[in-house]
T-cell receptor, first 111, second 114 residues
Framework: GQSLEQPSEVTAVEGAIVQINCTYQTSGFYGLSWYQQHDGGAPTFLSYNALDGLEETGRFSSFLSRSDSYGYLLLQELQMKDSASYFC????????????FGTGTQLKVEL | DAGVIQSPRHEVTEMGQEVTLRCKPISGHDYLFWYRQTMMRGLELLIYFNNNVPIDDSGMPEDRFSAKMPNASFSTLKIQPSEPRDSAVYFCATKRGVGRQPQHFGDGTRLSIL
């Protein structure tokens, strides 16, 4: 089976940098994704790492180490609108189409 | 482009009633996923389809749950009979192709079973 661990809550101030870690145990690993979900909203895709290293998309970056079964999401220049839950998810099985989500990290951005 | 469309947005019904949730995927997307989200269990995959064929239904909690995809434009998730523990937000998500293509989620159906 698959299991993922991420912190339940993180608090940071506007303009700061925050890192949300994710460790996983899985079989048939294809990649690690990150999704953002605002309260009452739908999960929206942020990034995907299939290979080791850093992927950068604007203020957000995501890192993967397959040998350590570890990844993180880095959010820079935090804004109030970044307050949301962030989920890591491993792709496994079915050509990597099957996603298993972590329990989510609630990020609170304060003034 | 229209996103994934789910209906209804909210459903409140009494225990024992049949509940049908609907999903219209993004045109051209060949994978469709049904998820359930609760505080206790998080976001769980229930079943997914590829080209209208069910591929993996190992997440379907029990026989009271069933899902169909009669064509590329429509899928349903049915609960019969419903129970209070089925109360959750149910999301439909779709994607194009295999691999790194992201899943696009609908706005969800917030289901309350009294």
């Amino acid at each position: 089976g698959q299991s993922l661990e991420q912190p339940s809550e993180v608090t940071a101030v506007e303009g700061a940098i925050v890192q949300i870690n994710c460790t996983y145990q899985t079989s048939g690993f294809y990649g690690l994704s990150w999704y953002q979900q605002h309260d009452g909203g739908a999960p929206t895709f942020l990034s995907y790492n299939a290979l080791d290293g850093l992927e950068e998309t604007g203020r957000f970056s995501s890192f993967l180490s397959r040998s350590d079964s570890y990844g993180y999401l880095l959010l820079q220049e935090l804004q109030m609108k970044d307050s949301a839950s962030y989920f890591c998810a491993v792709s496994s099985g079915g050509g990597g189409n099957k996603l298993t989500f972590g329990t989510g990290t609630q990020l609170k951005v304060e003034l | 482009d229209a996103g994934v469309i789910q209906s209804p947005r909210h459903e409140v019904t009494e225990m024992g009633q049949e509940v049908t949730l609907r999903c219209k995927p993004i045109s051209g997307h060949d994978y469709l996923f049904w998820y359930r989200q609760t505080m206790m269990r998080g976001l769980e995959l229930l079943i997914y389809f590829n080209n209208n064929v069910p591929i993996d239904d190992s997440g379907m909690p029990e026989d009271r749950f069933s899902a169909k995809m009669p064509n590329a434009s429509f899928s349903t998730l049915k609960i019969q009979p419903s129970e209070p523990r089925d109360s959750a937000v149910y999301f439909c998500a779709t994607k194009r192709g295999v691999g790194r293509q992201p899943q696009h989620f609908g706005d969800g159906t917030r289901l309350s079973i009294l």
